[in-house]
């Protein structure tokens, strides 16, 4: 998981803490539901492994050297308010930005964790809320005046990306790669540099089928209109080893071709069988 040795630095209650990372400080949960990481810088989710599983579902690179103001690799990264390289930094903003921790509830059945970005005027700007059980929920509210898009760019943890599928997604893309609309088929595996945008509708649910891990992970995207799909392949791609591209695969939420009014909410939810 985390290839740096955590500084505890406050108990925040009897299943929550604050550490630190390197630079980054990290809200860390361990709860009889299971464990979760998030990064403060971002309100980056980057580590969750519900009870009932071996592995992390979430996949984190190995090479990861926590920088304050410098974008992680893996996990959840919350892209906001734009995606893609429309403008500086590259998936807005807020992945770089430090959140707070805004509200919390813990029951014996789960954990509702809630993290808020504020404007440097003190105004809110998103929230994003997060609940553990046996599943993951992930629910991100746009506070601004101004239309914005969010991508939820969910990096999912795998054995190995040969025999994996990816069930669900629709049979026509926007191919990032290429600027070009094209026919793709469906199930989906990786063989190549994958970079692709579907339009979906807005309760789509996906599935990351992995024979080798044994498990099938559902992501049930709600209030979305497109899912991106991505993996560099042998593309070098910062902050990720050669080898990186291996034990992951991207199938993200996200409100890009209708961009998020105010009040407007998105969320994914994620199960493993």
Excluded at 195 to 212: G, K, L, R
């Amino acid at each position: 998981m985390l290839n740096i040795q955590p500084q505890f630095i406050k108990q925040i209650a009897p299943t929550l803490s604050l550490q630190q990372y390197n630079e980054i400080p990290m809200i860390v949960l361990d709860h009889p539901v299971g464990q979760a990481i998030i990064s403060l810088q971002g309100a980056h989710l980057l580590s969750w492994q519900p009870k009932h599983t071996a592995q992390n579902v979430l996949w984190l690179s190995e090479v990861e050297p926590f920088k304050l103001g410098t974008a992680i690799r893996g996990g959840v990264p919350v892209c906001y308010p734009w995606f893609g390289g429309k403008s500086s930094p590259s998936h807005g903003y807020a992945r770089i930005s430090m959140w707070q921790l805004s509200d919390y509830q813990i029951t014996e059945d789960n954990a509702t964790l809630a993290f808020s970005l504020f404007s440097d005027d003190d105004l809110i700007e998103a929230k994003i809320t997060m609940t553990f059980s046996d599943s993951c929920e992930l629910n991100f509210k746009h506070y601004g005046v101004e239309n914005a898009e969010v991508a939820l760019h969910s990096y999912f943890n795998i054995a190995d990306i040969n025999p994996i599928s990816v069930e669900g997604l629709p049979t026509s893309c926007f191919n990032s790669l290429t600027q070009q609309p094209e026919q793709v088929p469906s199930p989906r595996q990786v063989a190549e540099n994958i970079d692709c945008i579907y339009a979906i509708s807005n309760n789509a649910t996906h599935h990351i089928v992995d024979p080798i891990y044994q498990r099938n992970i559902e992501i049930s995207h709600k209030n979305a209109s497109n899912t991106v799909f991505w993996n560099p392949w042998h593309k070098a791609t910062s902050g990720m080893s050669e080898e990186g591209y291996k034990t992951m695969v991207c199938v993200e939420t996200a409100r890009i071709d209708k961009p998020l009014s105010q009040s407007d909410q998105v969320s994914v939810i994620i199960k493993v069988a």
